[in-house]
T-cell receptor
Framework: SQQGEEDPQALSIQEGENATMNCSYKTSINNLQWYRQNSGRGLVHLILIRSNEREKHSGRLRVTLDTSKKSSSLLITASRAADTASYFCATDVNAGGTSYGKLTFGQGTILTVHP | NAGVTQTPKFQVLKTGQSMTLQCAQD?????MSWYRQDPGMGLRLIHYSVGAGITDQGEVPNGYNVSRSTTEDFPLRLLSAAPSQTSVYFC????????????FGPGTRLTVL
């Protein structure tokens, strides 16, 4: 079963606007990761946030994690046409304190940025 | 570094045929895994390995075998292909079993007729 649920399923914005994607999960995690997938390509890692972190930044990306609500959000600021891709959250489930690196992926958000 | 490589890029099989999807990494990563991606389903873990000689099942292991005789290679074998195995297959690796980003290969698009 899918651990992560992503919202929205699709997002269409204009260049320069911000894009926000949300991810909810069901069980305790060690960390949560966000990946990008361009059409027909493999996944590229964007950012990892650990369960004891609340916010993380990387360039134009901002990720928040609320473990009490079991949710995370990815914000892309000042979006560009090149940001057009699918974005996936993936959870590394906490199995009794041990991380086995078995990622469980959400269904993804398809982001389209219009020039 | 080539990163994670997968061969072939595309493959068409007939029901009942067997084949091996190849995956190799040159980053000396301990952890390797296989996922399949179906439309609207995200990625699902098939099998994974935490080191040479050690493999375990993921979420959807039925119909697939793996082995890990070297750190570099992690082939995925389809024993008797079925149309339900039509999918895009991704191999991934990471430095250690947990708490690290995973590096993905470009994928193999498999069609079973």
């Amino acid at each position: 079963s899918q651990q992560g649920e992503e919202d929205p399923q699709a997002l269409s914005i204009q260049e320069g606007e911000n894009a926000t994607m949300n991810c909810s999960y069901k069980t305790s995690i060690n960390n949560l990761q966000w990946y990008r997938q361009n059409s027909g390509r493999g996944l590229v890692h964007l950012i990892l946030i650990r369960s004891n972190e609340r916010e993380k930044h990387s360039g134009r990306l901002r990720v928040t994690l609320d473990t009490s609500k079991k949710s995370s959000s990815l914000l892309i600021t000042a979006s560009r046409a090149a940001d057009t891709a699918s974005y996936f959250c993936a959870t590394d489930v906490n199995a009794g304190g041990t991380s086995y690196g078995k990622l469980t992926f959400g269904q993804g958000t398809i982001l389209t940025v219009h020039p | 570094n080539a990163g994670v490589t997968q061969t072939p890029k595309f493959q068409v099989l007939k029901t009942g045929q067997s084949m091996t999807l190849q995956c190799a990494q040159d980053m000396n990563h301990e952890y390797m895994s296989w996922y399949r991606q179906d439309p609207g389903m995200g990625l699902r873990l098939i099998h994974y390995s935490v080191g040479a000689g050690i493999t375990d099942q993921g979420e959807v292991p039925n119909g697939y075998n793996v082995s890990r005789s070297t750190t570099e290679d992690f082939p995925l074998r389809l024993l008797s292909a079925a149309p339900s195995q039509t999918s895009v297959y991704f191999c991934a690796s990471s430095y250690s079993r947990g708490g690290n980003e995973q590096f993905f290969g470009p994928g193999t698009r498999l069609t079973v007729l």
